[in-house]
């Protein structure tokens, strides 16, 4: 074999050579040994089928007259297991109809007896190359899947990291108790949320929900997490007081420039004074804020404000008792419009129902899960309620 090219590839390459014919069985022997990795021999359909069920095969060459099973009723059967491998097919072409059947099962390449050695391996050149090149083109894609999953990690990584909640470990807040549930659909999310301890008494809890989907959400959602979070630890740090509307004022100067022009973000800003028990919140399109005072009745807090844009400048700020608050619940509205089991309706259908019979937010989840099975968007909530029965 001259071409070097030709004789490097093929050594990684295994051959299944079906053929009835002792001798020319014989001459394959002699020639294909030294040029391909591995050489099976088979001397019916039969016989090639079950080799290829069992081994590694990459090109077949194939006699279509033999006796048992043909060369192309072999080839229709591997068709079923694998679309792809190559097949030559040795035949006299006696008719068309052996033509059009061949071309049917997609045959790669066809020899016609008598063949020299010359377009024999002209003809493994060819199909040679289309292998190498179909798995160049696999490693490729394995390569780029790779290294997306090893992105997507990363990213995932960093949304973890931006996302805080100083309540993890003791999950108290006043005299009650907050547990979150963050679960986003995909690797870039567009929820965010932070809790954050202003001081021994008091704490700012942040929910963000970048409208729309993919990377231009998630990364508005995260940025303004991200200053959420510095704005506290500075004036932690520097030893002064907490102000929300002044957090709205140096958020609104540092998001506002890196929306786009249509970018809306909406989100939740509740700010718990132990001190004065009562809670200060701006609400800027999220759904409204469930809560109870007692076991018969849910109320809620309805947005006061229109979603963050690039231009927007004045916010208003409410205040609520939260005495007699015995449950609350925060959430982005990936929960309330996931779609129900079996039927066109929402899950806010059912929300204030299971909110409001829920002891705690196992029991709420519980409830949520009965009736939707699936998620149709990134979904968090907050659920603060006490700690025993309720």
Known sequence: MKNSYFAKISKTLNILCVEDDETILDSYVSLFSPLFQKVYFAKNGKE???CFKNEKIDIILTDNMMPICNGLEMSKAIREIDASVPIILVTALESIETLREAIELQISSFLKKPFTSTELFRTFHLVSKSVIADRCMMKEQEEQILYSQYQENLTFEKEQTIVKNDLQESKKLLHLSCDVFYQPKDILSGDSYVIKKINAENYLIFLVDGMGKGISASVSAMLSSAFVNYHIDMLTKEDKA????QLLIDLQEFIGPNLLEYEVISASFLYFDKTKMQMEYAIFSMPPVLYMFDSSQVLKLKSNNTPFTSYSKNFQIDTLDIKPL????IYSDGLNENS???????????LQKDFRTSKNIQEFQSKLEAVCTSQDDDTTYIYIGLQGDF
Do not use: A, I, T
């Open 48 to 50: 090639g089928l079950e």
């Open 340 to 350: 129900v089991d079996g039927s066109q309706e929402l899950y806010m259908q059912y």
């Open 242 to 245: 907490f102000s929300l509307p």
């Open 326 to 329: 015995q449950k609350m619940l």
